[in-house]
């Protein structure tokens, strides 16, 4: 090819590229100016109107009532999870809540055989939704089909006790309850533990008697559920005992929370006896 051929070539390839730079960057058409003051207008008037919302919704979280004040209209109810059980005890005008006999009995009448009763998980959406039912006060019948899974129901009463803002063992009495476990002598442990749980408030009292009676009835089966009572403190120490603060022996309080429910419910007689020796 001539070099007059290839500067032809060049100076045509120029001449294209320049055209559509030209065609790129020439002044939009009227009607495209238009469409283009419309999408700016309708990015700006989008602005002001997400401005506006923003602003309403900033004066009515802060008009808006309060809990309490809620509460005592009875636009919200207390709910039973996460309650203190004083609180419950005032609601219901019973020592021990309604929830935890209606799951006790429902696991008495067909959950003391179950091997690892309380031990094994229960599918945690449908505890969830056991949950919600109750915390709304709707109709509770525990023999319905969608709470046929009975470790469901263990699950949702170990859920309510960990959800106490107290524990059962209210936090007062906890250093106690350790240095009593402590004790070396077993009938002065034993003592000393049944004096302590004669101190516990009612509710807390009542609440935990009902409840180690049960538990008791599950070691009664051990040959069967594999459930005993060194394996339910292991389950119930940590969900009915802890410290109000968390430290850094926390390791060594498990142990004696366990040692403290196996203990009870080895010598539960006595220490539920309101006799003196």
């Given at each position: ?13 120029s ?10 960057f ?20 989008d ?13 009515f ?8 004040t ?83 129901v263990?699950g ?18 906890f ?38 009676e049960h ?11 594999l459930?005993?009572?060194q ?15 968390e430290?850094?022996?926390m ?27």
């Amino acid at each position: 090819m001539s070099r007059k051929n290839e500067y032809k070539i060049q100076r045509s390839s120029s001449s294209e590229l320049l055209n559509r730079f030209e065609t790129d960057f020439k002044e939009p058409k009227p009607e495209n100016r238009r469409s283009l003051i419309s999408r700016l207008n309708y990015s700006i008037s989008d602005t002001t109107e997400r401005n506006r919302v923003k602003s309403r919704l900033k004066k009515f979280i802060t008009r808006r009532p309060s809990l309490r004040t809620l509460q005592e209209k009875g636009i919200i109810k207390d709910q039973l999870f996460g309650s203190h059980l004083h609180k419950v005890f005032e609601r219901e005008g019973s020592t021990v809540p309604w929830f935890v006999r209606a799951c006790i009995n429902a696991i008495e009448k067909r959950g003391l055989d179950v091997d690892g009763i309380y031990r094994v998980s229960g599918n945690l959406a449908t505890i969830q939704k056991l949950r919600f039912v109750v915390n709304q006060e709707e109709k509770l019948n525990l023999d319905d089909s969608q709470w046929e899974d009975i470790h469901v129901v263990t699950g949702a009463l170990k859920m309510f006790f960990r959800e106490l803002p107290e524990p059962l063992f209210p936090y007062r009495f906890f250093e106690q309850f350790v240095e009593a476990i402590k004790i070396q002598d077993y009938n002065n442990r034993v003592k000393s533990v049944r004096d302590l749980v004669q101190k516990l408030p009612r509710p807390n009292y009542d609440t935990m008697k009902i409840l180690f009676e049960h538990l008791q009835k599950i070691a009664a089966k051990e040959n069967m559920n594999l459930m005993t009572p060194q394996s339910l403190g292991i389950v119930f120490g940590p969900t009915l005992l802890w410290p109000e603060k968390e430290t850094g022996s926390m390791a060594v309080y498990m142990v004696y929370q366990n040692q403290l429910v196996e203990l009870m419910l080895s010598e539960y007689s006595k220490i539920f006896s309101s006799e003196k020796d």
